[in-house]
């Protein structure tokens, strides 16, 4: 499995801008499709975007689409979740995530349980 280590979180106000990142080590990071996630207190985790392998096959959930970005480096083992416009809703803990898959595919994308490492996460709290 591969270990991965998010950073980048903060207090922001509404309508600025954060990039979040996710460094990975062990495995074959550049071999694996990877995802973020959020999670904000009281409720499930939710499906932000998800990428496969060679930086194609992205997807975004409804609530982050036209605002966030994501982008992976596999030299550096990084990927990145740029956020723009955010909104006090976007506050939660962002989790980064990755599969051995090198994509998914249909509802697989956005479930929890197709991801096999997790991040530890990083607080992000947007004020109005």
């Known amino acids: 499995q591969v270990q991965l280590v998010e950073s980048g979180g903060g207090l922001v106000q509404a309508g600025d801008s954060l990039r979040l990142s996710c460094v990975a080590s062990?495995?074959?990071?550049?071999?694996?499709?990877v995802g973020w996630f959020r999670q904000a207190p009281g409720k499930e985790r939710e499906f932000v975007t998800a990428?496969?392998?060679?930086?194609?096959?992205?997807t975004y959930g409804d609530s982050v689409e036209g605002r966030f970005t994501i982008s992976r480096d596999n030299a550096k083992s990084t990927v990145y979740l740029q956020m723009n416009s955010l909104k006090p809703e976007d506050t939660a803990v962002y989790y980064c995530?990755?599969?051995?898959?090198?994509?998914?595919?249909?509802?697989?994308?956005?479930?929890?349980?197709?991801?096999?490492?997790w991040g530890q996460g990083t607080q992000v709290t947007v004020s109005s």
């Open positions: 995530a990755a599969t051995w898959r090198t994509y998914l595919t249909g509802s697989r994308v956005r479930d929890v349980g197709s991801y096999d490492s």
């Open positions: 062990g495995g074959t990071f550049s071999r694996y499709a």
């Open positions: 990428m496969g392998w060679s930086g194609g096959r992205t």
